[in-house]
Nanobody, 121 residues
Framework: QVQLVESGGGLVQAGGSLRLSCAASRTIFSINTMGWYWYRQAPGKQRELVATITSGGSTNYADSVKGRFTMSRDNAKNTVYLQMNSLKPEDTAVYYC?????????????WGQGTQVTVSS
């Protein structure tokens, strides 16, 4: 069973930085053959897609985080990252990583357990 373990969340003051990690284990696919996504969900709000990295390495970001967040991956470590700078109180949420691929018509969709990010004003 594929396991995604997230880390790096915590409490930070506004303007600070955090780096989230999502380590994949027991994967049958190389992480660079999958699309990866960071979502977040704040209390009382719907889950929001924050950042994407495609199998080809292209990244995309929600307008609310563009210029502040950077998503990357380390294929050798089977880990994807979300570098978050200039954090704002409105970035407070539980952050989830998601890995997705479609292989021979089957969908493989993996989720981490979530990591809390709290930004104080």
């Amino acid at each position: 069973q594929v396991q995604l373990v997230e880390s790096g969340g915590g409490l930070v003051q506004a303007g600070g930085s955090l780096r989230l990690s999502c380590a994949a284990s027991r994967t049958i696919f190389s992480i660079n053959t999958m699309g990866w996504y960071w979502y977040r969900q704040a209390p009382g709000k719907q889950r929001e897609l924050v950042a994407t990295i495609t199998s080809g390495g292209s990244t995309n970001y929600a307008d609310s985080v563009k210029g502040r967040f950077t998503m990357s991956r380390d294929n050798a470590k089977n880990t994807v990252y979300l570098q978050m700078n200039s954090l704002k109180p409105e970035d407070t949420a539980v952050y989830y990583c998601n890995g997705l691929t479609i292989h021979l018509g089957a969908r493989y969709d993996y989720w981490g357990q979530g990591t809390q990010v709290t930004v104080s004003s």
